[in-house]
């Protein structure tokens, strides 16, 4: 197979050409310091602030599609065949203001100035996904925008207003978006990317059979995926990550297959991705997936590198090992597949050799006689790291509960089910006592930590709380709250 080196992508109206590209640069530091595109702004370097938000499109079948991502932990790598667009690139031809940038003037959106940039940039992308969006909308495309001036309410009058100043059918990136296809097309050409210099070096396989032999043949390296985690280890703790395989790009892993029975995976799938399935056949987990992380986080981040990470806080394995989720696991050509509780074997270690990776994930769909719900607990609603987080399935028939589910974060060195909880329901009346039954019983559980997020005793009273909020809301009770 032959390679190439250079890294090729449009930025703005123009290719760019880059012969050798360092895994760790990232795309806010190319765009501020390499290109002089100082409107894309520096708040945090760990993407929580929005302040570096830009656009990036890629082809998805074909299908050229925009999303908002945080320029600081993206890097530059991982853009190859993409068309990256800044908030330089929103001005027309004769300096005239871009619709959302008008609505920003004109509702006084605006006010230090120094987010703004970001600002605009996400209610850009919701514009054209959403051109008549509302509050709750523009709101949840703002999560990860952090306004310093504490000036949300002009700025959401001006999102919902954008469409008095223009339509997105008279946009330029729609406008062009045929162009734009075919200049990305053209950039591709299937061939491996090695490029960087040793030290920091990056690797794009040309397919995910690539990937597996590029993986098995350098398992000391780093696999990147959305960079929503290794974009802080090299921001926040300047770790080396070479050699970096970026895998974001490879169609195979962005594949989902609904059956009757399951939806089936591939790792690459962003939040964003599953997002339209989860409304459509997981709805108990609607809420709670809007509630991880910020818009561009979700657009970047992956369920099988939330998995793969194995954090005991992670947002998306108490959930679905409460739905009895399995992973399937590929280490060049051979696959073994493995139940999402059993991956987690303890802190910072998973069943996973050296050279394996998370191909795919397989969720089984809650049967109709299945109550199931999903609680994030964490001191800020939106964008925060859960202090607690739990998935609950229980199978009820003639009012005796016949199987139970319950996974929890947060409470222990990974994610783990209640086992002594979850015996305590089986056979059990549908009814108040049982639930505070397992609630006591899931004492023998866990032995939660303390710290700055929340305390051990605070933990075990939230988990136990849980069971009895599950009760009351699944048995119909006016309980449902907003945290």
């Known amino acids: 197979m032959t390679h190439r080196s250079e890294i090729r992508f449009l930025l703005n109206g123009r290719t760019v050409n880059l012969p050798t590209v360092p895994a760790t640069q990232t795309l806010l530091d190319f765009l501020r310091l390499d290109r002089r595109l100082t409107g894309t702004k520096e708040g945090c370097a760990e993407g929580d602030c929005g302040a570096c938000t830009v656009l990036v499109g890629r082809l998805h079948a074909g299908v050229l599609r925009y999303e908002a991502v945080n320029a600081c932990i993206r890097f530059v790598a991982s853009l190859d065949g993409c068309h990256v667009v800044t908030v330089e690139h929103l001005s027309g031809p004769d300096g005239a203001l871009h619709p959302v940038q008008r609505a920003m003037v004109e509702h006084h959106g605006a006010q230090c100035g120094f987010c703004t940039p970001g600002i605009v940039m996400s209610l850009y992308a919701l514009w054209m996904q959403t051109p008549e969006p509302t509050e709750t909308q523009v709101e949840t495309a703002l999560q990860g925008n952090l306004c310093r001036c504490t000036g949300y309410a002009p700025i959401i009058r001006a999102a919902v207003a954008v469409s008095q100043y223009g339509t997105p059918e008279a946009d330029h990136l729609t406008l062009e978006r045929g162009r734009i296809t075919a200049a990305l097309l053209a950039l591709q050409d299937s061939r491996r990317v090695e490029t960087g210099p040793e030290d920091n070096r990056a690797i794009l396989p040309a397919d995910l059979g690539d990937f597996a032999a590029a993986y098995a043949e350098h398992p000391q390296a780093t696999v990147i995926a959305g960079a929503t985690d290794v974009g802080l280890w090299v921001t926040k703790f300047l770790r080396p990550i070479s050699p970096a395989i970026f895998i974001a790009h490879l169609p195979e892993l962005k594949a989902i297959e609904v059956s009757p029975g399951a939806i089936t995976l591939g790792a690459g799938v962003s939040y964003s991705e599953l997002k339209p399935l989860i409304t459509q056949h997981l709805p108990h987990l ?9 818009w561009q986080v ?5 369920i099988g590198g939330n998995i793969a990470n194995g954090s005991p806080i992670g947002d998306t394995p108490p ?6 989720a399995e992973v399937t696991l590929r280490h060049g050509k051979a696959r073994r597949s493995l139940p999402l509780e059993a991956f987690f074997i303890d802190y910072g270690k998973q069943d996973r050799r050296p050279g394996e990776f ?10 109709a006689a299945t109550r199931s719900a999903a609680y994030k607990i964490s001191k800020r609603r939106d ?4 202090a607690v987080a739990a998935g609950i399935s229980v199978t009820v028939e003639a009012g ?5 589910r319950i996974a929890l974060g947060g409470m222990a060195a990974t994610p783990k089910r209640a086992a002594a909880a979850e015996s305590a329901l089986l056979g059990q009346p549908w009814n108040e006592a049982s639930f505070a039954a397992a609630a006591r019983a899931m004492a023998g559980d866990f032995a939660p930590l303390s710290d700055w997020r929340a305390s051990a005793e605070y933990r075990m009273r939230v988990a136990q709380n849980l069971l009895r909020r599950f009760f009351l809301e699944q048995d119909g009770a006016p309980v449902r709250l907003s945290a």
């Open 358 to 367: 998370v191909e795919s994930i397989r969720i089984p769909l809650p049967s």
């Open 400 to 404: 005796i509960i016949r199987s139970a």
């Open 286 to 294: 609607a809420a709670y997936w809007d509630r991880i992380a910020g």
């Open 383 to 386: 964008e925060d790291i859960s």
């Open 319 to 324: 959930v679905l090992i409460a739905l009895g």
């Open 298 to 302: 979700r657009n970047m981040g992956t």
